[in-house]
Structure formats: structure tokens, C-alpha cells
């Protein structure tokens, strides 16, 4: 049955509900794991970050999360239901920001929202939908001619468009400005106070921090640290004066070789 929460052992011991449980993911590309043993967890209700350098496989992570990409050994359980035999039903229940390849770039916004809703047996009211995202003054403009913070509004609006419990978004604020940005992580927190889940991988550490009850740091293939903004900066600070930046960059290196080689 779908929503029904597992429970997880937090890092103070208590259960929480959790909606999403990965267990010893490992993924491979050509014979080479760049996730392996992965395990984590997203609490019911939370925005949880993801945080990692570039190319260590955040987005790996969230298209094997999803189904997308086939994982080599593990189990991902969402709402209760292992992805691998009830993809179809979770994914009811779950908003991904669609790749801009599967819009129809000659359609407009709110043909758009309407043909995405037409998916979902219980969706959201389109024109609600385009007010807060604000896209309702821009809702004839056609797909190609969109600006990148209007594309982004448009996207993370379609991962909302079927009422998700739990959304999932890959970098929904790369390459936007302030404004955008405040306007995504309000609609995010008006999701959050429905009770929806949210699953985000982010570059911005400010957006980590300000936006995300918990932070998962992936690193070296896994998960190496997780937990709220404060409690990993208190545990993994090298200076009083640490942020989380500059815990980061103690956790996973300061030097480009990685990404060089
Ligand atoms: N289809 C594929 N075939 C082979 N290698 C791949 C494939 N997709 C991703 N990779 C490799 O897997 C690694 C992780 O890539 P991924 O895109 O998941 O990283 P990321 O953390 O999302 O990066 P970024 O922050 O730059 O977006 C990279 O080394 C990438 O080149």
C-alpha cells in the first residue's frame, strides 16, 4: 500500500517515519561502481539536501532512486513499496522534475501543466498551479521561447502537478536568480506544511542550509555524513567559527585532481 511510512533509527535514536529507504545501493557504468553500498534515508515531512562535488553522482543517485537507471544490487523502498516491483504505483505518488527533452518545445506553459495533469488520477488545479509558481502571466508563451528561470518555474511546477507525497528535484535552482530562488523555496515550504516530502541535490550550500531540515554529503561513492545543518557542522567542524562550506570542503577535499583525472 502506498504512503505507508517504514520507520528509520535517527541519529538520536528515536523512530522517525521514513517515506524513502535506500539500502546498499551500488551503481555501476561500465564495469565501475560510482555509487556503491549507498544508504540513506528521508524522514516523512522533511526537506532533505543532497549535497556532493561535481560528477561524484547526485544525479545517479536520484535516477536510480526513481527507476530510471537500473541499479546493480540494493534495494530503494519509497512510501512503503520497493521501486523495483511497484514502480508504476510509486510513481503516482511521487513529482520528478521532467528533463526539458520531454516537453513539447511549440507548446505553451499552460499546455503544458494541462497535458501533465492529465496523467494523474488526483492532480492539482493548473490554474492554482501557475499562480504559485507565478507562470499564470507568461501561461501562452511556448515552451522554446521560455527564459532558464522560466523554464526552472515550469519544471518544478510539474513535479507538483500530480500532488505528490513526495517530490523529488534535481538542482531546481541552478542557473536562477535571487528572486526565482525565494520563490522556489516558499512554494517548497508550502509543499512541506501540506506534509509533502522533498528530496533536493543542491550546489548552494545557503540553500542546504537555510532551505533543508537534514543534509546527506555524498562522497567517495556514499553517503559519508548526514543530519541536520547544525549537527553536522557541531560534529565535523575543525573551527569554532566553521560553516557548513567549510565543513564540506574538510569532508570531501579541497583539491581539483578528482576531477581532473
Ligand atoms: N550513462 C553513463 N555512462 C557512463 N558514465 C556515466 C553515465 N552517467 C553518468 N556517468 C558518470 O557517473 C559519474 C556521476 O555522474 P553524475 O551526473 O551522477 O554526477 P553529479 O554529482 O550529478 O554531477 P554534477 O554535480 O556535475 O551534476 C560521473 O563520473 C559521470 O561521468
Redesign the pocket.
Known sequence: MINQPAFERSIHGDHQPSCLTVNNLTKK??NES?LENLSMSIYQGEIHGII????????????SIIGL?EIDAGTVNILGEDIKSSRYEIMEAVGIQPQEANLLPRQSVSETIHLFTSFYKESMDPKELMQMMELDQIESKRVKNLSVGQKQRLLVALAMVGNPALIIL??PTTGIDPQIRQLIWRVLRSMKEKGCSILL?T?YMDEAEKLCDRISI?HDKKIIVHGSCHEIITEHREKFTDSLEDVFLHLTGTSLRREVD
Open positions: 557504468f561500465n560510482v556532493g562535488r561535481n560528477g561524484v553522482g547526485k544525479t545517479t543517485l536520484i535516477e537507471k534535481d538542482e541535490s550546489h555524498l
